[in-house]
């Protein structure tokens, strides 16, 4: 369950990881362009 900003920032970490396995800007950038994790992170 999310109580806060931290354990979303967690959620969103963990699902950027799986779709680029690093965690950058620009691994954001990228996984932004894929439907799925967008849908994950809105």
Do not use: N, P
């Amino acid at each position: 369950m999310i109580t806060s900003f931290s354990s979303l920032y967690g959620y969103i970490k963990c699902d950027l990881y799986r779709y680029q396995t690093q965690l950058s800007l620009v691994a954001f950038l990228r996984s932004w362009f894929i439907s799925g994790f967008r849908y994950t992170f809105l």
